[in-house]
């Protein structure tokens, strides 16, 4: 297995945190309350989807704490939300990293690669916000906090490889194919609803349960919401397999990459 993707980060590091940061900056450039528009966003999205399905709805999810605590349905939520607009945000603009930075692909010495990392740190950032409203909101409704949440970031990890390596190859694919871009956003709802978010898994008719282990945010939503809501140890077994799968979609990913790279120039 080919260590080049983390060479590359470690190489270019600088290069990848200055425009990490120019790129959240430019998110918020020129609106009246910039930066605190990252977390308004996230308590809106609590605020609408608790009014929805916790209020108007009523749905219920079994959800104890093994202190016997309750755990809010609106934190359930909002728990697997934050992990599917994570990977949403990378994957639903990876067809357009390439083609909307024309200049970088003219210059040969510019690593094209780092664009992925730069999209991730972008991502990471909202995320690291919606996760303290996340903690901010449990806090208030349990009145209690697992130290488990300390493994938060060691449950997470395995999903960045993931992200890097079809973030690799839709930026490559969207240069060739520009309809790429509508169809992530399609895909990137499907796995919205197709999966442990708005309801678990045990509820779904058994021929369902098995489809939705195929999309690649259900075990990091199960383990995540193990870890930093109910205080239960993860499943390690599951998150080894999951690794094992994220770093060969980061190889293959970064291998077409570098492969088609020759051809940017070409077609932009």
Same mark, same amino acid.
């Given at each position: 297995?080919?260590?080049?993707?983390?060479?590359?980060?470690?190489?270019?590091?600088?290069?990848?945190?200055?425009?990490?940061?120019?790129?959240?900056?430019?998110?918020?450039?020129?609106?009246?309350?910039?930066?605190?528009?990252?977390?308004?966003?996230?308590?809106?999205?609590?605020?609408?989807?608790?009014?929805?399905?916790?209020?108007?709805?009523?749905?219920?999810?079994?959800?104890?704490?093994?202190?016997?605590?309750?755990?809010?349905?609106?934190?359930?939520?909002?728990?697997?939300?934050?992990?599917?607009?994570?990977?949403?945000?990378?994957?639903?603009?990876?067809?357009?990293?390439?083609?909307?930075?024309?200049?970088?692909?003219?210059?040969?010495?510019?690593?094209?690669?780092?664009?992925?990392?730069?999209?991730?740190?972008?991502?990471?950032?909202?995320?690291?916000?919606?996760?303290?409203?996340? %903690?901010?909101?449990?806090?208030?409704?349990?009145?209690?906090?697992?130290?488990?949440? %300390?493994?938060?970031?060691?449950?997470?990890?395995?999903?960045?490889?993931?992200?890097?390596?079809?973030?690799?190859?839709?930026?490559?694919?969207?240069?060739?194919?520009?309809?790429?871009?509508? %169809?992530?956003?399609?895909?990137?709802?499907?796995?919205?609803?197709?999966?442990?978010?708005?309801?678990?898994?045990?509820?779904?008719?058994?021929?369902?349960?098995?489809?939705?282990?195929?999309?690649?945010?259900?075990?990091?939503?199960?383990?995540?919401?193990?870890?930093?809501?109910?205080?239960?140890?993860?499943?390690?077994?599951?998150?080894?397999?999951?690794?094992?799968?994220?770093?060969?979609?980061?190889?293959?990913?970064?291998?077409?990459?570098?492969?088609?790279?020759?051809?940017?120039?070409?077609?932009?």
């Amino acid at each position: 297995m080919s260590l080049e993707p983390l060479r590359s980060l470690v190489r270019n590091r600088t290069l990848i945190w200055q425009l990490g940061k120019r790129d959240i900056a430019g998110r918020y450039r020129g609106s009246v309350f910039g930066m605190f528009w990252s977390l308004f966003n996230p308590l809106l999205m609590l605020a609408v989807y608790t009014l929805v399905f916790g209020v108007v709805l009523r749905v219920r999810w079994s959800s104890r704490m093994p202190d016997g605590g309750e755990v809010d349905f609106s934190v359930i939520l909002f728990s697997g939300l934050i992990i599917h607009t994570l990977f949403s945000e990378c994957f639903t603009r990876a067809p357009t990293l390439v083609t909307s930075n024309p200049n970088f692909v003219k210059r040969i010495v510019f690593p094209l690669e780092v664009l992925p990392y730069i999209a991730l740190i972008s991502a990471l950032f909202h995320g690291a916000i919606s996760f303290l409203v996340l %903690i901010a909101a449990h806090l208030v409704l349990a009145k209690t906090m697992a130290w488990t949440i %300390i493994l938060t970031p060691i449950v997470l990890l395995p999903l960045l490889p993931m992200i890097l390596g079809l973030t690799w190859f839709l930026a490559a694919l969207g240069v060739f194919l520009r309809d790429v871009g509508q %169809i992530t956003a399609v895909i990137s709802t499907v796995l919205l609803f197709v999966g442990p978010i708005f309801f678990p898994i045990d509820k779904l008719p058994a021929a369902f349960q098995s489809l939705v282990v195929f999309n690649p945010l259900s075990v990091i939503v199960i383990e995540f919401r193990k870890v930093a809501l109910y205080g239960v140890m993860p499943d390690w077994g599951a998150l080894a397999l999951y690794t094992l799968v994220s770093l060969v979609v980061a190889q293959l990913g970064f291998l077409w990459f570098k492969h088609t790279r020759r051809g940017f120039a070409d077609v932009l």
